[in-house]
């Protein structure tokens, strides 16, 4: 797909009609710079990227907005999510009944950028190919059960965020305190809520959980290996990306300061986007088709 070039980016965000919500407190924060810079190298500067904070005011911003605001986009880290409900958001997006909203495929975004086929292109990389495949998986094994961990927490955590029952409307049942604490104590959905609870926290039931993350992850290879298991995928991008930015890549500034953190980390990323659209991650060429097309049957 051709894509349009050239546009002022300035006087095109003046007016955006398009806007994509990202995660991250501010402008700084990795989601929104790289998705700016992606669609800004990509011909889309009309379009407006905006950070929303943690993925559930993403969610919830998706679900308050979509409906006045269809040129409205929303995307989200993976985290735990199933891979079922991550290629429903794709195929689906944009669709306004399902909130105009994506899960990246991977646990979170820098895990794009952990990638060595991808980030071994990086003109800042100053270790060799074979230095880089190790550190990230040193880092990686160091960290894996860690991960597994906080994969079954957030799993737990998604459980829970369940429907209660509807709200009682009939003010006849509820004559005297006492009425109010009889049907509450007597509501079957209650009562089912409170023992779905008590199994989802059953030590056993947990204990699946993380054993079928570890599984995942590893793919049966432990100490983990390339090619083998999701791990490069599922576990925490944003830890590893970390780890690896200080010592196998090296930024300079204009006036000659060696850059560090979250400055380093952007600018890796940033130069990154430069390349040319078929050379980005698939997920990044999707979504920048999938806007283009958006905003040309829009226009």
């Known amino acids: 797909m051709k894509l349009q070039r050239g546009i002022d980016a300035t006087l095109a965000l003046q007016s955006a009609r398009h806007k994509v919500f990202v995660e991250g ?17 990509n011909g889309l500067p009309q ?14 911003a998706a679900q308050a907005l979509i409906r006045d605001h269809p040129s409205y986009y929303f995307l989200i880290d993976r985290d735990d999510q199933d891979i079922e409900n991550v290629e429903k958001s794709w195929t689906n997006f ?27 292109k990086s003109e800042f990389l100053r270790v060799t190919l074979n230095v880089l495949r190790q550190r990230i998986l040193d880092e990686c094994n160091r960290r ?25 409307t009939n003010p006849t ?10 049907v509450l104590d007597k509501s079957i959905e209650l009562e089912a809520k409170r023992n779905s609870f008590v199994s989802i926290f059953e030590k056993t ?35 590893t990306f970390r780890s690896i930015a200080g010592s196998c890549f090296r930024v300079t500034a204009a006036s000659g300061t060696t850059l560090s953190g979250k400055i380093q980390n952007n600018e890796i990323a940033k130069q990154l986007l430069q390349l040319p659209l078929t050379e980005q ?12 097309q958006r905003t040309k049957s829009s226009a």
């Open 205 to 239: 039931a947990v204990n699946k959980i993380y054993s079928d993350f570890v599984a995942e992850l590893c793919g049966g290879s432990l100490p983990l290996t390339y090619g083998s298991g999701t791990w490069l995928e599922r576990m925490s991008g944003k830890e």
């Open 173 to 182: 049942n509820f004559k005297t305190e006492a009425d109010g604490a009889k």
């Open 94 to 120: 944009p669709n306004s009944t399902t909130h105009n909203m994506v899960i990246w495929r991977k646990r979170e975004l820098e895990n794009y950028f952990i990638d060595p086929a991808y980030i071994e």
């Open 47 to 60: 379009i407006d990227v905006r950070p929303m904070g943690g993925c559930d005011n993403v969610r919830s």
């Open 281 to 292: 991650p698939q997920d990044f060429q999707f979504l920048v088709n999938l806007l283009d």
């Open 144 to 168: 894996v059960f860690l991960d597994a961990a906080n994969l079954t927490l957030s799993a737990l955590k998604r459980s829970i965020r369940i429907q209660f029952a509807p709200d009682f």
């Open 25 to 41: 407190s501010d402008d700084e924060e990795i989601d929104p710079v790289v998705i700016r810079e992606l669609l800004k190298t």
